[in-house]
């Protein structure tokens, strides 16, 4: 598959992902400088962009593993992907996580495997979030994109959270190799208190994850090189 158009430019090694195209351009338009577009293939969009003068791609890829994965990996193909920071929902049936919440993942669970990320970045991370008082809390997510189809909340005695992408990224490093990846996000439903995020809950909580995302994407970004 050829998902990314035919641009011939070279590509940062950062890389912001996010599901909605809509945001992506969000994104652009609040938080980057000398944005150009690379890609608009089957609607997603793919935009390369400055973030405090750090060079970085943010893409779109969709709802779920195989979407994610099928742009991921072309980007992992097509350039050095040195580090991945990746922004989306994600359901829980912990009454002590409210919609609205912000999670960093430090285990990402499927049927078959776990992932952990890279011990550094998950600490750099913690610290930016410290440094600029963002209330986050780690989190153990089983990944299954089923949810968004027949509603079926799965967990296990470890996980805390439902996602529909983080293992899949997670496993990025096993695959292309020296991949940093963290996965950053936001309770958008919580089924034990039937709970679902408002727009106003939803548009506040999201700009906070993703400067928070950004932030941790470009830091120590001198080191990837």
Do not use: W
């Not at 909605?20 to 338009?29: F, G, H, Q, S």
């Not at 193909?77 to 040195?82: F, H, L, M, Q, Y």
């Not at 580090?83 to 359901?91: A, S, T």
């Amino acid at each position: 598959m050829d998902l990314l158009d035919h641009y011939q430019g070279d590509l940062p090694n950062l890389c912001l992902v996010t599901d909605d195209p809509y945001r992506v351009k969000m994104i652009a338009a609040h938080y980057l400088d000398r944005v150009e577009i690379f890609s608009e293939m089957r609607g997603q969009v793919g935009l390369i962009g400055d973030f405090n003068g750090i060079r970085l791609m943010v893409l779109s890829v969709g709802i779920g593993e195989r979407s994610t994965m099928a742009y991921l990996g072309e980007i992992c193909r097509r350039t050095r992907v040195k580090r991945v920071i990746h922004f989306g929902d994600c359901v829980t049936a912990d009454p002590n996580l409210p919609v609205g919440t912000i999670l960093y993942v430090s285990k990402a669970m499927d049927h078959e495997e776990s992932f952990i990320p890279a011990q550094n970045l998950l600490h750099h991370a913690v610290k930016v979030l410290n440094e600029n008082n963002v209330k986050a809390y780690p989190g153990v997510t089983f990944t299954e994109d089923r949810f968004l189809i027949d509603r079926k909340y799965i967990q296990n005695q470890e996980t805390n959270i439902l996602d529909f992408t983080a293992a899949g990224i997670y496993g990025l490093d096993k695959i292309y190799g020296d991949i940093e990846v963290l996965s950053i996000l936001n309770v958008c439903e919580n089924v034990s208190a039937h709970e679902v995020i408002g727009e106003a809950v939803r548009q506040s909580g999201g700009q906070t994850g993703i400067m928070s995302a950004l932030q941790i994407l470009t830091h120590h970004s001198d080191v990837l090189q």
